[in-house]
């Protein structure tokens, strides 16, 4: 069974980058049945799409962030990350990680808070 | 962009009915849609993918159907743990995968 669990700072100053870990335990980030990707759902509103990586380094990011997003995968630590530069208050979520399997996820981390104030 | 829409915002439904969710895309995205539920406090779980396949360990009162641009989540005889936030999302689109704003099941 697949668990993943974020980490990183929960504050951010706005123009500051955003840096969070995804640590894979159960599975690896090696796997070709695996694409590896972030979620995020600000305070009482939606759930919105980040990106997500594949086990070649493809990534797929969301046109939406208009370039301010990169995610990428350490395969000897077992983990994925996430950068989002120049963070405003309109950062400020409830961040996922999650696997999928295809399009879809089929496992979340429990969700890291991240605050962007100064 | 795909953008997909969820009705109604909030459903108000007794235990032991039954709910009918509605998600639509504003094109055709053939069958590549799930549907997740989210408790408060908790990630979402997912429930169906593919439009109408269960996930593992989902209840079989659970059900998804559609294609194209429109797609339901029937929850038949309403147990207290479905009470819940439900989201559709599209992934016909890998580039923006996006998701409803969410139906609300309340009693």
């Known amino acids: 069974q697949l668990h993943l669990q974020e980490s990183g700072p929960g504050l951010v100053k706005p123009s500051e980058t955003l840096s969070l870990t995804c640590s894979v335990s159960g599975g690896s980030v090696r796997s070709t049945s695996y694409f590896w990707g972030w979620v995020r759902q600000p305070p009482g509103k939606a759930l919105e799409w980040i990106g997500s990586i594949s086990h070649i380094d493809s990534p797929y990011y969301n046109p939406s962030f208009n370039s301010r997003v990169t995610i990428s995968r350490d395969a000897s630590k077992n983990q994925f990350s996430l950068q989002l530069t120049s963070v405003t208050a309109a950062d400020t979520a409830l961040y996922y990680c999650a696997s999928l399997p295809s399009g879809y996820v089929d496992h979340w981390g429990q969700g890291i808070l991240v605050s962007v104030s100064s | 962009e795909i953008v997909m829409t969820q009705s109604p915002v909030t459903l108000s439904v007794s235990p032991g009915e039954s709910a009918t969710l509605s998600c639509r895309a504003n094109q055709s995205i053939a069958t590549n849609l799930a549907w997740y539920q989210q408790k408060r406090g908790q990630p979402p779980r997912l429930l169906i993918y593919g439009a109408s396949t269960r996930a593992t360990d989902i209840p079989a009162r659970f059900t998804g159907s559609g294609s194209g641009t429109d797609f339901t989540l029937t929850i038949s005889s309403l147990q207290s743990e479905d009470f819940a936030v439900y989201y559709c999302?599209?992934?016909?689109?890998?580039?923006?995968?996006?998701f409803g704003q969410g139906t609300k099941v309340e009693v």
């Open positions: 999302q599209q992934y016909n689109n890998w580039l923006q995968r996006t």
